[in-house]
């Protein structure tokens, strides 16, 4: 067994390279408490700013671990890098001045995380695979041209220009792609929280 890794989350890792998103929650609220720390190292201590980063860094997890959990030998060194590396990418945004233009499934995220207590509940672990399961569905049942940039943009937090360079598009289309991919799924996504927070 390989050092920094214990033989629960070696059995949760192999379930979510299978698939299992159940595993995957279970790694996250193990890992949850250190990661939020490290967001809120990150960001200067500002509450707010950790608590989205944990948000996005919920989302990019989602996405990318079952593609890597397999090659994992250290799981919180993993999550810890992938932390640091969504609150660097959000500090760019905000030297770039388009924080608050870029935002949209996080907004989502953010108000929920922010409220729930610590450790979280089973409650609130079923609140999270609802959140993110239904983001990521809105995103698949968007148009094809609409569908890549969403994915790329708001899971994967990809830039602009490299989603140029992947789809060999234009800056400029990608941005419009992503603002009118942003546009459809708005209304899904802010008719979820309402319906999540009147529940």
Not at 41 to 51: K, L
Not at 74 to 83: G, Q
Not at 84 to 110: F, T
Request: charged content about 30%; some cysteine; glycine content about 2%.
């Amino acid at each position: 067994m390989a050092k920094g890794i214990g033989l629960r989350d070696r059995s949760l890792l192999e379930r979510v390279s299978r698939g299992d998103s159940e595993a995957f929650w279970s790694l996250w609220i193990n890992h949850r408490p250190h990661l939020r720390a490290v967001c809120y190292r990150q960001m200067r201590s500002v509450e707010a700013d950790a608590d989205d980063a944990v948000s996005r860094s919920m989302l990019v997890a989602y996405a990318k671990l079952p593609v890597y959990a397999a090659e994992i030998i250290d799981i919180e060194a993993w999550l810890t890098r992938l932390a640091c590396n969504v609150c660097l990418d959000m500090k760019k945004e905000r030297c770039r001045g388009s924080r608050k233009a870029e935002v949209l499934d996080e907004q989502v995220i953010a108000r929920r995380e922010a409220t729930l207590p610590e450790p979280m509940s089973p409650e609130d672990t079923v609140v999270h695979m609802q959140i993110a399961n239904t983001i990521l569905k809105a995103i698949d049942e968007l148009p094809s041209t609409l569908r890549d940039v969403a994915h790329l943009r708001f899971v994967q937090e990809v830039s602009y220009d490299a989603i140029a360079q992947t789809l060999a598009i234009t800056e400029v289309n990608a941005r419009k792609r992503v603002q009118q991919a942003r546009e459809q799924l708005r209304p899904r996504l802010t008719d979820f929280a309402q319906q999540s927070s009147s529940s």
